[in-house]
């Protein structure tokens, strides 16, 4: 419900700076959403709560009970709805709940799905833990080294990928991969984390879902946990629906206002992080410490091309390689930082580094070395600080590399 409908001509980033707004009332109303805390729905008639009621089971986006959400929740719905360019919007409590969901809504025993290694690692525990209990078989696969086609078993519902991967930024041919899956009736995922939505469009280029750890990039101030599943169409929209329900599913309506609000300065951040998270990059291939740069924006990463043909920007994480180096001497380079936190997560307007799991890396076919390997996320800092910070850590930590 907005005041007035936004023209459908404008652009993707002038329609999600004013997507969701309130109505006036009387003339008159305040630029932003407000909070609707509530459990009950009170109605002025029993005919109205049934109404209601109906109206909701035929898949309207009504509430009549709290969990479903009101005002609040309908405008971050309809705000991550557009921007994806999706039929409807699921709004979780985190990113891995979000994955979860769709995960348990399209597979049933029997079924066969198959997952990118360079996934967001927790995925495979919800596999081992949960999927495997109930007999779908999960299979792990290299998106830029396996043939797909020839993996689709009869059985095969969900094609799950990430682009670029965690870690190493491996970006996928998503329309090819989408193509394959789809002509033989297969379900494609992707999570879409690492654009925040803003410069990567999954459900354009050929993907049926697409899902968001707005966690990250969407909160953008390390300040929520939330994630969001964004359909493509009415069909996947009953799947979700009926999974999202029988599991409770619902978000505090002071994080979907937190969600929305940092929606608003998701361009501005992400500009920045990509221009700081460049010069990092550049940084970091100058140093003879340094083998290889993970960033695929950088003519040298091995996915440059395709990052530039699907996406529009990239985002503030960088991973580096060290050379000659041990795991003690990179967790030395890490703990001489001073501006990056140590911590796992991204997204938020700071800095941060982690030293990557080797175990994580092994799972990525894309990786055969043994050196360790950094991440960082680059933050709004001004990067002359951020640069002089890692150049000391680099020296601090110089006689153990
Ligand atoms: C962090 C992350 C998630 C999970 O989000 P949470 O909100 O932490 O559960 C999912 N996918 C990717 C790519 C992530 O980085």
Redesign the pocket.
């Known amino acids: 419900m907005t005041a007035k409908a936004p023209a459908a001509n404008l652009r993707p980033v002038t329609r999600l700076l004013h997507a969701g707004a309130p109505p006036l009332r009387d003339g008159t109303g305040p630029v932003n959403v407000p909070v609707v805390r509530t459990s009950t729905v009170r109605f002025e008639s029993t005919a109205a709560y049934v109404d209601y009621h109906h109206r909701r089971t035929a898949g309207e986006r009504v509430a009549s009970y709290g969990r479903h959400g009101l005002d609040t929740h309908r405008a971050l719905e309809d705000a991550v709805s557009g921007l994806e360019g999706g039929h409807r919007a699921f709004l979780t409590p985190?990113?891995?709940?979000?994955?979860t969901l769709v995960l348990l809504a399209l597979l049933s025993p029997g079924d066969h799905a198959l997952v990118a290694d360079g996934?967001?690692a927790?995925v495979r525990r919800v596999d081992s833990t949960l999927l495997q209990r109930l007999g779908i078989t999960v299979e792990y696969f290299s998106p830029t080294h396996d043939d797909l086609a020839s993996r689709l078993r009869p059985n095969t519902r969900l094609l799950y990928l990430?682009s670029p991967s965690?870690l190493l930024y491996e970006v996928l041919d998503l329309p090819a991969l989408s193509a394959i899956a789809r002509d033989r009736g297969v379900t494609v995922a992707a999570?879409n984390?690492?654009s925040g939505g803003l410069f990567y469009q999954p459900l354009s280029l050929g993907a049926n879902i697409s899902?968001q750890?707005?966690?990250?990039y969407i909160s953008g101030h390390s300040d929520l946990?939330?994630?969001v599943v964004v359909v493509d169409g009415p069909v996947l929209a009953d799947k979700l629906s009926t999974a999202y329900e029988a599991l409770g599913l619902t978000i505090a309506a002071d994080d979907a206002y937190l969600a929305l609000r940092g929606l608003r300065t998701l361009p501005v951040r992400l500009a920045q992080h990509q221009r700081n998270a460049t010069e990092v990059a550049e940084f970091l291939q100058r140093q003879s410490q340094v083998t290889r740069v993970f960033y695929p924006a950088l003519p040298s990463d091995p996915g440059h091309a395709l990052w530039k043909r699907d996406f529009s920007g990239a985002s503030g994480l960088v991973s580096f390689e060290f050379r000659h180096a041990t795991p003690a001497s990179a967790a030395a380079f890490v703990d001489a930082l001073t501006l990056f936190g140590i911590g796992a997560?991204?997204g938020g307007y700071e800095s941060l580094a982690l030293t990557a799991q080797p175990e994580r890396l092994r799972e990525h076919r894309q990786w055969s070395g043994d050196a360790p390997v950094v991440r960082l996320h680059v933050g709004l800092e001004a990067p002359a600080d951020l640069i002089a910070d890692l150049a000391q850590a680099f020296a601090a930590a110089a006689p153990a590399l």
């Open positions: 985190s990113g891995l709940s979000a994955i996934v967001y927790p990430e965690s999570d984390t690492w899902i750890a707005a966690t990250k946990m939330q994630g997560s991204w």
